[in-house]
């Protein structure tokens, strides 16, 4: 198998599903980056208490411009380069060879195994502040039964998806809106004191609000798997970037600072948080608004998480990495539709897990991912110069070393300040990658290797 892949024949399964699967446009394209990557400001609450009011805006503001701006510059570079499906895998396999570009690819699907599981539990997490009875059993039949419902409208295709986002996130924002606009009359608190909690342990401090830190920004590469699934992606992946990264900084900063500025009991936040926030700012139909977008938006990112993480299993299937089972395409819409179901299955029987717990070890996946796409923005530039890139990293050699040294600032940061779930599962999650690859590494089907030329 080749680092870069030559041009091969499509099958008549890939041929089919081509003329079957519909693309997206810009403006759909938008929410879909949107909404994977944000989707809402619900999900941050526990940043709070942990890291104390002052210090989780600080990150709020600061994060983006070592984390998702400098990856955000590095995926748009790639995209224009090689926009292919599999994205960032694809990138890294054409930088560093087989073995890497299967890390990449494995990383990240395992990765989305707890993002899928965590948003199906936060949905229905949300739920129980107005159903308290959702709890044991029902807790766990609303989240399979959330996942179900993505799961068919994923394998529907990336318009439905797209439709889907659109509609969720508009609702999202008006309902978040509100709220701000309303919490203006309450301010008389600063938001940003106390700085750091009295008395907190410091891993909590640096650790666990650190990591929710760059999970809130994480992930502006990830959209690439899907950009055969776009209309222009050369064109229209540094213009949704452009229009993503912003807004999600506003999404996270403006309600946490409004919510905070009207009530100051920064020791109250926890999962969920914004609901009761609402009720004492607007009163009961407030709090009952906020508390459905909350739901809303976790559909919302789950839909994204399923349409841009499935990719991943099909396109390494196509390469021979994987079962080719897995690259099976469906007659009507195109979508991998095996590759999707198998994902869901896997979130349902992950859905019992705690939240928190999802997300120190999905961090340690995701910054694996993040590493090797910025590093391959480096090695391809050396590697590979010629390539046609319709949108460089701005500032020279000085933009790319910004692009990729920061965010391995931010990863060693992350790792080495983890709590002890973290520092004890995440290395297990990394280290089963290389055992996959000796175990599941296929010689590749030349009916089934996708072109991703350079």
Request: hydrophobic fraction near 50%; charged fraction near 10%.
């Amino acid at each position: 198998m080749k680092t870069t892949s030559e041009s091969l024949p499509h099958s008549k399964n890939q041929t089919e599903a081509a003329r079957a699967l519909k693309k997206i446009g810009l403006f759909s394209f938008v929410f879909v980056m949107y909404s994977y990557n944000t989707a809402g400001p619900f999900g941050l609450e526990d940043q709070i208490s942990m890291s104390g009011p002052g210090m989780a805006l600080i990150y709020q503001l600061v994060i983006p411009f070592f984390w998702c701006i400098p990856i955000s510059l590095v995926a748009a570079e790639l995209t224009t380069a090689m926009p292919v499906e599999g994205g960032f895998y694809r990138w890294t396999r054409a930088a560093f060879g087989d073995f890497w570009g299967f890390l990449a690819g494995w990383w990240n699907w395992c990765a989305s195994f707890l993002l899928g599981a965590l948003y199906a539990v936060l949905f229905t997490d949300y739920l129980t502040f107005y159903f308290p009875g959702l709890i044991g059993w029902k807790h766990y039949a609303v989240a399979v039964a959330v996942i179900a419902l993505i799961t068919y409208v994923n394998v529907r295709g990336i318009r439905v998806v797209g439709t889907v986002a659109t509609a969720l996130e508009l609702a999202v924002l008006a309902a978040v809106l509100l709220m701000c606009v309303m919490s203006v009359r309450m301010w008389h608190h600063n938001p940003f004191l106390p700085i750091i909690p009295p008395h907190k342990p410091v891993f909590q401090v640096f650790g666990v609000g650190f990591a929710l830190g760059l999970w809130l920004y994480a992930g502006y590469e990830q959209v690439s798997s899907v950009a055969e699934e776009v209309e222009d992606p050369q064109r229209s992946y540094p213009k949704a970037l452009a229009w993503v990264v912003p807004l999600s900084i506003a999404t996270y900063f403006v309600p946490t600072a409004c919510s905070l500025a009207a009530l100051g009991n920064w020791q109250q936040w926890g999962t969920g948080y914004f609901s009761q926030a609402a009720q004492l700012i607007g009163g009961p139909i407030l709090g009952f608004v906020i508390t459905i977008a909350a739901a809303v938006m976790n559909l919302s990112i789950l839909n994204s998480t399923v349409l841009t993480t499935t990719r991943m299993p099909s396109a390494m299937a196509e390469d021979g990495y994987l079962s080719p089972f897995l690259a099976r395409t469906h007659p009507r819409f195109g979508t991998p539709w095996i590759a999707i179901l198998l994902s869901a299955a896997i979130y349902c029987l992950l859905a019992t897990n705690n939240v928190k717990q999802l997300i120190s070890v999905y961090v340690w996946l995701r910054i694996a991912t993040s590493i090797l796409t910025v590093l391959s923005a480096w090695q391809l530039r050396r590697k590979r110069p010629d390539l046609p890139r319709s949108f460089r990293i701005p500032w020279g050699r000085t933009g790319l070393a910004y692009a990729v040294f920061a965010p391995l600032l931010m990863s060693g940061i992350a790792m080495i300040a983890s709590d002890k779930f973290a520092l004890k599962w995440g290395p297990v999650a990394l280290l089963l990658g290389p055992v996959a690859y000796l175990l599941l590494r296929r010689k590749p089907d030349p009916q089934l290797i996708q072109s991703s030329t350079l």
